[in-house]
């Protein structure tokens, strides 16, 4: 009987750890998609731009933001560290350059505009 306690209350630990872990992930993996659909307007100014999809890159760390431009799609790819901070900006013609990133993150993106302008709010 008691081992079967213990194997009973091994399998809550478990489980308890492994939901917190999973919302741990689902919390850091919803901050990184809004960060990149929120550094769009900034890189890509035209009024007339068209969020189409914003999910998690097929690189682990990335976020790819596809979104449309008149009539033609776009692309731009944010890289982020093991948390949620940004680290490499891409969009299909160049990188974001050290010191534009720097700008982007330390007088735009944490800005009451930059949550104005997320095309996924609108």
């Known amino acids: 009987m008691r081992s079967t306690h213990r194997w009973l209350l091994a399998a809550a630990v478990s489980a308890g750890f492994l939901g917190g872990l999973a919302a741990c992930q689902d919390t850091l993996r919803r901050e990184r998609v809004a960060t990149c659909r929120r550094a769009l307007p900034a890189v890509v100014p035209q009024a007339d731009i068209r969020l189409l999809r914003a999910a998690p890159g097929s690189a682990i760390n990335t ?11 776009r692309w731009l790819t944010c890289r982020f560290d093991a948390g949620a901070t940004l680290v490499a900006l891409v969009t299909e013609g160049a990188n974001l350059s050290g010191p534009s990133l720097y700008m982007l993150k330390r007088f735009y993106l944490d800005t009451p505009d930059a949550e104005a302008a997320d095309p996924g709010q609108r």
């Open 63 to 73: 976020v790819r933001v596809d979104y449309a431009d008149g009539d033609r799609q």
